[in-house]
């Protein structure tokens, strides 16, 4: 099937941003994904306060199934959360669960004053009560399909479909 | 009562015969092997047919836990336990508690088993008082209360002086001396041979020189003495050669071995199966095929089960906490057949170490078929298996490093005075 | 032979030794330890992994600092800790251990840690747990001491990245010490080419060498061109058990000195599994020096224990 092209969507998902951020916003983004496209986003709406990065692999709910991915990148954020607006960034929303990890360990660094939620696609089939604030593109996929952001050498970014596997 | 058993094949090593033969049996006593006695009417027939009829087994070691010990065993149930397992002669070993130093304490022991009328029990008398290695005890008091030889059971604690002395004490009247050769102060607290396995472990360890170095002591001082020594459970290649070469300068040393030892060595340890926490301990493979050269080639006289019931609670605890010691009177007649199987020797040969042989050892009248003999014969099915489970154990120690495995050899009928004692 | 360590998956299911443990299996908990080191420098040094898990620390034989690392990284997993001294309680009432631990289990437990003089305690509960419960050694008696050894690996990892070109000496009394035997079948089975032990002859253990270690009875010659040296702690019961004449003999044939240091790799990393004797098997220069790396073993040692928690939990 079609995917939309990912720089197109994240040209669209900077401009629907653009006009909420202030100099006292902040970006975080979740690994792998979301970390990329906060870069970037970073870089385009000119934020003055560092960027956060967030692995939620200590705070997801699937622990006692898969047990602990051994590759967890440590999560950075070098700034104070109390009383900030944040927003969070990941590239394809779906179920939820990860979001709502990453909002329970920004809740451990401090209490945000709002936290808002971009994400370069959202596929629905939700098992959250969880909402992005803006969104690059909606699409529907099969449930047996795997949607992933990647990054070339030269930092373009694309977005491929794949077959789940499941865990063993 | 008149008992024929009919149709098996007879072993009996001290006469040389192994053929299929009828047993006749008059008042408790063996009256003719093969041809009828003269108007022979029995009152009981055994079907004998494809099994072995052979001497009751002769046991050299046998804890019986009585006096002192009960909650680990009763006579009752070790001595139930000695007659499934075809054992109608056995030696025990004077450390009771108390321990068997004192001549009453001797006869009550002989009295209970003789009143249980299975197996003829053979005490060991305490060779110090108490054990404690310091002064002798009534030695020929002792002997006449019934006690066959003397000895220090498990911990020798006796310096040189006092076990010259002791030994020169007993040839005076002849007695035999058992001592189980191993150096207290190097084995120290060791728990397993001093190898590889002890060393992974990290279980403290006793080194073969423990027992060699005891065993030159000991031989010399039977040299010295003139003594009659008989060495309880060999358990080192090393060991097995020096008491060769002993006897072939003619001293007058027997040895016996365990029968666990001539199957297992350290490596059953595993990850720490507090089963194989044995006196003396389970040595390297190279150990163990020495012993079993050893018993081939008649430097070991004998093999015995060196009973040994433990508690439960006793086991079920680290490694070095544990209690050492196995239940194998039950066991005794398979492992010996298991052994004989696996180094191709005949089964006269095999059954020799368990009867004709310890009984010499032990000097009694018994292990053979004799005419004139009292009828203690034990009655085998030499291919029939039977598994090692606590709920078929006899014995109340179910203390094995064999539990759970399959075993060839089933003993079927033991007779004690030519009374079925046990019946399978 | 099955291995009483891991499950029929092939997954740990205790961690008693390092012994049989293949590598993947030790290099998963050290790469896990690495996400570990990262929490433990964060400002938030909680994650929530364990919560709700019940961790018993089972201290037959008395330790602080082994206890101590153990409730910090439990606690640094959200996990609820609950400390048994039974040295002092159960045991002296003459309950046996394995009353102690089935009496734990009807508690909920999901986790013992144990320390127990006698080797082979953790196997010995290890087989007698409910199937869903997890074991770890913190230590017994001289057989093994697996997550100290753990911490060790991970320490060498960091310092010198490639276990497959290095020549490491252990130093001391190896005859009684569970971190030898544990830290020579961790270094072993991760592929350093070269272990060696540096110890008189009363403290080596017979047949050592069936370990897969070269044998030094002379320091100097030991310590030649070697990458990392694991100093071990003397005991003073030592000298009593005429094993050793003198702590000041001993310093100075067997004790880490600067002089001595020189004569490894000049970038060579001194470790100690603490607590240090200063001044009988290590110098205080040393173990104050910039080739000192005791102090990080420290901090180490909470991320690996978390990471073996965190992998047990997760079978």
Redesign the interface.
């Known amino acids: 099937m079609n995917l939309p092209d990912a720089e197109q969507l994240l040209a669209e998902l900077t401009d629907r941003i653009r006009s909420d951020v202030t100099k006292d916003t902040v970006l975080v983004g979740i690994y792998t994904g979301g970390v990329w496209l906060a870069e970037r986003l970073h870089k385009d709406l000119e934020c003055t306060l560092p960027l956060g990065t967030l692995d939620v ?3 997801r709910d699937d ?2 199934e ?3 991915h ?6 950075n954020i070098p700034f104070e959360v109390e009383g900030r607006h944040i927003i969070l960034i990941d590239d394809v929303l779906y179920t939820g669960r990860t979001i709502r990890a990453a909002i ?1 360990e920004l809740f ?2 401090g209490r945000p004053a709002s936290i808002r939620l971009a994400a370069l696609v959202d596929r629905g089939a939700r098992e959250m009560p969880i909402a992005a604030n803006y969104v690059g593109a909606d699409i529907v996929l099969p449930e047996d399909k795997m949607l992933a952001l990647e990054q070339k050498d030269n930092g373009k970014l694309s977005l491929n479909l794949y077959d789940k596997i499941s865990p063993e | 009562m008149r008992i024929l058993i009919k149709d098996g094949r007879v072993i009996d090593p001290e006469n040389g015969m192994d053929a299929v033969n009828d047993v006749y049996i008059i008042a408790g006593k063996i009256v003719a092997i093969g041809a009828e006695p003269d108007s022979f009417q029995a009152n009981h027939v055994i079907n004998a047919k494809g099994l072995v009829v052979c001497p009751g087994l002769v046991d050299l070691s046998v804890r019986l836990r009585e006096p002192g010990l009960e909650y680990k065993a009763t006579l009752e149930s070790e001595m139930r336990a000695a007659v499934a397992g075809g054992v109608t002669s056995l030696a025990c070993p004077p450390d009771t508690d108390p321990p068997l130093d004192e001549p009453g304490l001797v006869e009550m022991l002989k009295h209970r088993a003789k009143s249980l009328n299975q197996a003829h029990v053979y005490p060991i008398g305490a060779l110090t008082q108490g054990l404690k290695g310091e002064r002798l005890t009534e030695m020929a008091e002792l002997h006449d209360a019934g006690c066959v030889a003397f000895s220090q059971s498990d911990k020798l604690l006796l310096d040189t002086k006092v076990m010259m002395q002791a030994m020169q004490y007993a040839s005076t009247f002849g007695f035999r001396v058992w001592l189980r050769p191993e150096d207290d102060s190097i084995a120290d607290s060791g728990v397993a041979h001093d190898g590889e396995v002890a060393t992974r472990l990290g279980l403290p360890a006793i080194p073969v020189c423990a027992e060699t170095i005891a065993l030159s002591k000991i031989i010399l001082i039977a040299k010295e003495t003139g003594a009659k020594v008989h060495l309880c459970r060999i358990s080192s290649a090393e060991g097995v050669a020096m008491v060769r070469a002993a006897r072939q300068q003619g001293l007058p040393i027997t040895c016996d071995v365990a029968v666990n030892h001539i199957h297992l060595s350290e490596m059953d340890i595993s990850f720490f199966d507090s089963n194989c926490h044995l006196i003396p301990p389970l040595r390297a493979i190279s150990d163990r095929d020495a012993l079993r050269a050893g018993l081939v080639d008649g430097t070991i006289g004998a093999v015995c089960s060196d009973h040994a019931p433990v508690d439960e609670d006793a086991k079920l605890v680290p490694f070095g906490e544990s209690e050492a010691g196995s239940t194998s009177i039950e066991l005794l007649l398979s492992l010996v057949l298991k052994w004989a199987e696996e180094i191709n020797i005949s089964l006269a040969v095999a059954v020799a170490k368990v009867t004709s042989e310890p009984a010499k050892i032990l000097g009694v009248e018994a292990g053979d078929l004799s005419v004139g003999a009292a009828a203690d014969l034990c009655i085998f099915d030499p291919d029939q298996h039977w598994r090692v489970e606590a709920s078929i154990l006899k014995s109340q120690g179910k203390n094995t490093p064999f539990l759970g495995m399959e075993l060839l050899g089933k003993v079927k009928y033991t007779l004690a005075n030519g009374i079925i004692v046990y019946e399978d | 032979m099955n291995n009483p360590q891991l499950n029929k998956d092939g997954k740990l299911q205790h961690l008693l030794t390092t012994e049989g443990l293949p590598a993947p299996i030790l290099l998963k908990i050290l790469d896990t330890a690495e996400s570990f080191v990262g929490v433990t420098q964060r400002d938030i040094k909680k994650v929530p992994l364990l919560r709700g898990k019940s961790i018993f620390n089972l201290f037959f034989e008395s330790s602080t600092r082994t206890r101590t690392t153990f409730e910090i990284a439990a606690k640094r997993l959200s996990a609820d800790v609950v400390n048994l001294n039974i040295a002092a309680s159960s045991q002296s009432k003459g309950e046996t251990m394995l009353d102690t631990v089935n009496n734990l289990s009807a508690m909920n437990a999901d986790m013992f840690i144990v320390r127990h003089s006698q080797s082979g305690a953790a196997h010995l509960i290890a087989r007698h747990v409910r199937p869903e419960i997890h074991v770890i050694n913190a230590g017994d008696g001289r057989h093994a001491h697996p997550t100290q050894a753990l911490l060790d690996m991970f320490t060498i990892r960091r310092y010198k990245h490639d276990f497959h070109n290095l020549r490491v000496a252990i130093v001391g009394d190896i005859l009684h010490s569970r971190v030898a035997r544990s830290q020579i079948h961790a270094l072993t089975t991760l592929g350093v080419p070269e272990v060696r032990v540096i110890s008189p002859k009363t403290l080596l253990p017979t047949k050592v060498e069936r370990l897969g270690v070269h044998v030094y009875h002379d320091m100097e010659q030991g310590l030649k061109g070697v990458d990392v040296v694991l100093m071990l702690r003397l005991q003073n019961e030592r000298m009593l058990g005429a094993r050793l004449p003198s702590a000041e003999e001993y310093f100075k044939y067997y004790g880490l000195t600067q002089e001595k240091l020189a004569l490894a790799k000049h970038d060579a990393i001194v470790m100690h599994p603490g607590p240090m004797n200063r001044g009988i098997e290590i110098d205080s220069a040393v173990a104050d020096g910039k080739q000192s790396v005791i102090l990080p073993q420290v901090t180490f040692g909470i991320a690996v224990r978390m990471a073996v928690m965190t992998i047990l939990a997760g079978n």
Not at chain 1, 70 to 75: A, G, I, N, Y
């Open positions: 692999s200590f705070y622990f006692h898969i047990g602990l051994p590759q967890v990148k440590p999560s329970n451990d660094y």
